[in-house]
């Protein structure tokens, strides 16, 4: 049994109250003197947890923006390699110009090359400073990764790139011929 405080047992040799509910009484009393009673968070702590969870938000926001730039980082390195493996030698006299940054460019390249230029068989990447040719199949392995790299390609789909110009002006330019073997 809990030992029952002074005026308790005055209580008890007095009379007035029996001994089951004197203990029921202590039991009570230590019962709410260790139980482990959930306080009301203050302000302060809700303060504190509130700013927590905010630095726990931005942590996980900046480590979602760290993999993505590391995810591209490496598709680039990604496209790079494959650029160096696949880029053909440059080989020609004939100059094959085309617009990059509203600049234009010059790449050397023999009849061949030309012909696959302007057929789409072969594409213009960015390497560095330079430009290189890249086959079809390379090309589409390099713009899965990085589309940027990518500086004129012929053989894209009407629905791939977008049109610049009006139906209006199509329907006038159609009846003009355009020579096949014309260079500019």
Avoid: C
């Amino acid at each position: 049994m809990a030992k029952a405080n002074p005026l308790q047992e005055q209580l008890l040799k007095a009379g007035l109250v029996k001994k089951s509910k004197v203990a029921a009484v202590a039991r009570e009393q230590h019962v709410a003197r260790h139980a482990k009673a959930q306080a009301a968070p203050s302000a302060a702590t809700l303060e504190a947890e509130r700013a927590r969870a905010e630095k726990a938000e931005r942590d996980r926001a900046l480590e979602r923006e760290r993999k993505a730039q590391a995810q591209a980082a490496e598709l680039r390195a990604q496209a790079r390699q494959i650029i160096h493996d696949r880029k053909l030698a440059a080989a020609g006299e004939i100059e094959y110009r085309f617009t990059v940054d509203a600049a234009i460019r010059t790449v050397l390249v023999n009849d061949d090359q030309r012909k696959k230029l302007a057929a789409g068989a072969l594409v213009i990447v960015r390497v560095g400073e330079g430009f290189a040719l890249l086959p079809r199949a390379a090309a589409d392995k390099v713009r899965e990764r990085d589309a940027g790299m990518i500086v004129l390609d012929h053989g894209l789909s009407a629905d791939a790139e977008p049109a610049t110009a009006s139906s209006e002006d199509d329907a006038y330019y159609a009846q003009f011929q355009v020579p096949d073997d014309l260079v500019w």
